[in-house]
């Protein structure tokens, strides 16, 4: 059985940082794009950083590009994004999901599509930024 379990939201003050992880089991992390997905209340879930086997650049939106980095871990099957100057609209809940390049294709597809309907999700975490 395939799980994503994400972990290290919070609350945080605007400016500050927070670094996600998502840990997967029930499948090799190495043999799949991954990618870090929010989504809002009321709001539609966008795709915000995915990134390929080959670990070379990975995609970014562009309200993120710059203070988001996203890493893998393919030994101890985890993905990790790190989250720079907060800012109150980044206040979301944070997925994590895994998909086979042979049915997504190109992370920036992953993100764009948000994963396809072939990929594997967690159930979250919160990220609130506010002062």
């Known amino acids: 059985q395939v799980q994503l379990v994400e972990s290290g939201g919070g609350l945080v003050q605007p400016g500050e940082s927070l670094k996600l992880s998502c840990a997967v089991s029930g499948l090799s992390l190495a043999y799949f794009t991954i990618g870090w997905f929010r989504q809002a209340p009321g709001k539609e879930r966008e795709g915000i950083s995915c990134m390929g086997r080959n670990d070379r650049n990975p995609y970014y939106a562009d309200s993120v590009q710059g203070r988001f980095t996203v890493s893998r871990d393919d030994d101890k099957n985890i993905v990790y994004l790190e989250m720079n100057r907060l800012r109150p609209e980044d206040s979301a809940k944070y997925y994590c999901?895994?998909?086979?390049?042979?049915?997504?294709?190109?992370?920036?597809?992953?993100?764009?599509?948000?994963?396809?309907?072939?990929?594997?999700w967690g159930r979250g975490t919160q990220v609130t930024v506010s002062s």
């Open positions: 999901a895994a998909a086979s390049p042979l049915h997504i294709g190109s992370v920036q597809t992953m993100c764009t599509y948000l994963g396809g309907p072939n990929a594997y």
